[in-house]
């Protein structure tokens, strides 16, 4: 962290507490995620890996403790919270009776994005040229996340959550959407992200072990 | 099929501002009105709905113009009430299940204008085309003529009560895997009110009297639940997304 | 005053001292609803005056109308206590209104039942469309849909919320219901007897049912302790005070 200690931090998090069905996930998390930082979750399965990154997109309330963006409490300014963050979860978000065209339409839209031709791009970029008016159901379980993290590509939103990227993507798509992660860090933007993948070779990779140890043995 | 290797690489895009809650919410009834006409299927199925509830009375009392007359408003009213009960209870299911909910919180952009651009397709797709259908089911009822128009006036009126309400229980049993009782149990004591004065409206009419007082009681219902139901959907929602 | 109030909410907050509290007050309102039932019961049964209209039939006033007032007014705390854990995130909140609703369930139901049996001398009928006793089925339902709501939804938190929103969205909806039904009963139903609406009466026909209302209101803060402690220990099962307080026993 020692190259971007003199920028602010873009999210902040003190003394977070999550419980689950009576089951303490985390607790007394502290974080401080700075521009071009690459945090990857890790811990054994129900670590509380997922529960984190909901928590910090606000889908999941948490016991105690306070998530702050550049400075401020994510409560006093979510919409501007909500329109820098990129948040893709387990569920792709993309709706199957639309095509690949027309579910980017949207997520595009929220961004101010009206170009055809960008989205057109997107999705060659994501390796689905000759599938953009098909609709969503008949793509394959890899397809549709690409279709999902086409998004990615245009969106200038800084930070990303992204819980589980590489699910059902082949081995060249893993090795693209790393560049991709590595180039948005690159660009002064901060990713955490949950991962079964070893992401090691990545430049500037952190980690952060949930379960048992979890709040005192992060960086 | 023409394979390209995936780059995964940033476009350098033309952006615009961004974009107005305004033009988010056009977007989102674009996109809605899409999604849901695709659903050809689902569209039909409350008119069926409707249409063989209205049937069940007849063959159930009697085909009598005396018995049908007198029962045909409550019956319309009943059946087309249900029908849009029935109808929304997938409204926002298929969202949560895949993800375009959390999607839509975290958008950046109120929720509760997304949920509202959701239900008025909804309503144009399947209370508008129900309340068409209407008259002519009245006609099978021996609806007097001077209530037909009362009819659809209330029907008009009352729906967007319906709509509203009705959303709020979707958005809380959106979660739940099949819902359909559930939902019925907590919203139907909310029709209760508009049930009320929408066969109101129709009995005065046919009795030869004012139904103008009944049908601005709807109106007010239908302001009413327009200036909260949005809030409480988007509670609801946000409720349903916590559980997940 | 400011540190006063966040001590109170920190206080109410906390399951521990709500447990402690409520083991002191208890007993209290076990008397209080005892005594004031009792004698309101004996009172009202036996030396009140016969009605000159109805005779002894109308002396089940003396449970209906504490029954439906109960029933009536425990839907509102139960949408306060909504308020309380959607707006300050109390979860004591939903304590309360988790063992508020069987309460106020079982006293629509009573209040029912009294009233479809007084319907026997009075309309000659177990059941009448009156526009109170269908008010009151309506209210029924929406209890039980509180209820089913509750048992249906996981996880608690997501549940305890969904119940507050519902029970908040039927207490703006509950006088709607009641303006709608009365107008409906006028348009449909020449007046006739209802219960409880009765000219003047006398007062020894008013304090026993004053005595039984504040029996029934005592009863009802009770049976609410007893069920909240229940809960709450179900809920902290798992923090030590509960497992040293089990351990003592």
């Not at chain 2, 899409?34 to 007849?58: H, K, M």
Request: proline share 5%.
């Amino acid at each position: 962290m020692s190259e971007s200690a003199s920028k602010p931090p873009l999210l902040t998090v003190r003394q977070l507490d999550c419980e689950r069905d009576e089951r303490q996930l985390f607790s007394s998390l502290d974080l401080d995620i700075y521009p071009g930082d690459l945090l990857q979750l890790e811990g054994p399965n129900g670590a509380g890996k997922t529960s984190l990154l909901r928590v910090l997109a606000g889908l999941l309330p948490a016991s105690s403790g306070e998530v702050f963006w550049q400075g401020e409490p994510v409560k006093q300014v979510s919409d501007d919270y909500y329109r820098s963050l990129v948040f893709i979860g387990h569920l792709a978000g993309i709706k199957p009776e639309l095509t690949p065209l027309e579910n980017l339409r949207w997520y595009a839209a929220l961004e101010g994005f009206t170009q055809e031709e960008d989205l057109e791009k997107a999705l060659v970029g994501v390796g689905l040229s000759g599938f953009e008016d098909q609709p969503c159901h008949q793509l394959s379980a890899g397809q549709k996340r690409r279709v999902a993290l086409a998004r990615l590509l245009f969106t200038q939103r800084p930070l990303w959550l992204l819980d589980e990227p590489f699910t059902a993507l082949d081995k060249e798509g893993v090795a693209a959407m790393e560049a991709l992660l590595v180039a948005h860090v690159a660009d002064g933007g901060a990713i955490i992200l949950t991962s079964h993948h070893a992401l090691e070779n990545l430049p500037g990779l952190k980690k952060l072990r949930l379960g048992k140890l979890a709040g005192d043995n992060h960086e | 099929m023409n394979k390209t290797a995936a780059t995964f690489c940033r476009l350098k895009a033309k952006k615009s501002n961004l974009p107005s809650q305004g033009s988010v919410f056009l977007a989102a009834l674009a996109r809605e009105g899409r999604l849901q006409v695709r659903r050809r299927g689902d569209l039909l199925n409350p008119l069926v709905f409707f249409a063989l509830v209205v049937v069940l009375f007849p063959l159930g009392i009697s085909p009598t113009e005396e018995i049908l007359a007198p029962v045909a408003p409550g019956v319309l009213w009943v059946a087309a009430l249900l029908a849009v009960l029935m109808s929304l209870d997938a409204l926002f299911r298929p969202d949560l299940m895949d993800g375009s909910l959390e999607q839509q919180q975290l958008s950046g952009y109120s929720l509760a204008a997304l949920a509202m651009a959701k239900l008025a397709v909804h309503w144009l797709l399947t209370s508008l085309p129900l309340i068409l259908l209407s008259p002519f089911l009245g006609i099978m009822l021996y609806l007097p003529w001077e209530a037909q128009g009362v009819l659809l006036l209330s029907l008009l009126l009352g729906s967007l009560a319906l709509s509203l309400v009705g959303g709020i229980g979707a958005a809380l049993t959106a979660g739940l895997g099949k819902s359909g009782v559930l939902m019925t149990l907590l919203v139907l004591p909310f029709y209760i009110p508009v049930l009320i004065f929408g066969t109101g409206a129709m009995q005065t009419a046919i009795s030869g009297g004012n139904a103008l007082p009944h049908l601005a009681l709807l109106g007010a219902l239908a302001a009413l639940a327009l200036t909260l139901a949005p809030w409480a959907i988007a509670a609801g929602l946000r409720i349903t997304l916590s559980g997940e | 005053m400011w540190k006063w109030l966040t001590t109170l909410y920190h206080r109410l907050a906390s399951p521990k001292w709500f447990y402690q509290i409520s083991g002191l007050w208890l007993p209290w309102f076990a008397v209080v609803s005892l005594l004031f039932i009792g004698a309101g019961l004996i009172w009202g049964l036996a030396y009140a005056p016969m009605d000159y209209q109805q005779g002894n039939s109308f002396r089940i006033i003396y449970v209906h109308v504490p029954a439906a007032f109960l029933a009536q007014s425990i839907y509102v705390m139960m949408a306060l206590a909504g308020v309380v854990l959607l707006v300050w995130k109390i979860k004591m909140a939903d304590v309360v209104a988790q063992s508020l609703a069987p309460v106020g369930a079982s006293m629509t139901f009573i209040a029912l039942v009294t009233g479809a049996i007084w319907g026997v001398p009075t309309w000659g009928t177990w059941w009448m469309w009156d526009a109170r006793l269908t008010s009151m089925l309506i209210l029924f339902f929406l209890y039980l849909g509180v209820i089913a709501l509750r048992e249906a939804l996981k996880p608690q938190d997501t549940a305890a919320k969904a119940c507050a929103l519902m029970a908040i969205v039927g207490v703006i909806n509950i006088p709607i219901i009641k303006y709608s039904v009365d107008w409906w009963y006028t348009l449909h139903q020449p007046a006739t007897f209802t219960l409880t609406e009765k000219p003047a009466m006398p007062a020894s026909m008013w304090v026993p049912l004053l005595l039984m209302v504040i029996g029934f209101y005592a009863f009802l803060g009770w049976s609410l302790l007893l069920r909240a402690r229940a809960e709450v220990l179900r809920r902290e099962h798992k923090s030590g005070w509960v497992k040293d307080l089990l351990q003592r026993k």
